[in-house]
């Protein structure tokens, strides 16, 4: 089992930025592409953002393209989501995933594993 676990939220103003982390254990990080997923009350878990195996290809949200961008430090086993220009709109629990296909993929159901979740407030 890969455990990943998120850091880095918080409250923020709107405009204000954020970096979240997630920390993946084991050896075998650069296996995974990883990706990042937003959740607010009520709704589906959405996608934000995902990086291949080895972070040659990005891919993002047309929401959050320009304003957000996911990197991988393989070396740290850890992933990151910079967050730029927030908006209220971005409020929400922000997951990262692991999975298996080397692009990451949109939906859920193409990641393996799930952190738990961090949150990420921003107040205009």
């Known amino acids: 089992q890969v455990a990943l676990v998120e850091s880095g939220g918080g409250l923020v103003q709107a405009g204000g930025s954020l970096r979240l982390s997630c920390a993946a254990s084991?050896?075998?990080?650069?296996?995974?592409?990883m990706g990042w997923f937003q959740q607010a009350p009520g709704k589906e878990r959405e996608f934000v953002a995902a990086?291949?195996?080895?972070?040659?290809?990005?891919d993002y949200a047309d929401s959050v393209k320009g304003r957000f961008t996911i990197s991988r430090d393989n070396a740290k086993n850890t992933v990151y989501l910079q967050m730029n220009s927030l908006k209220p709109e971005d409020t929400a629990v922000y997951y990262c995933?692991?999975?298996?296909?080397?692009?990451?993929?949109?939906?859920?159901?193409?990641?393996?594993?799930w952190g738990q979740g961090t949150q990420v407030t921003v107040a205009s």
């Open positions: 990086i291949s195996r080895g972070g040659g290809i990005t």
């Open positions: 084991g050896r075998t990080f650069s296996s995974y592409a």
């Open positions: 995933a692991a999975g298996g296909k080397y692009w990451g993929g949109r939906l859920t159901d193409e990641y393996d594993y």
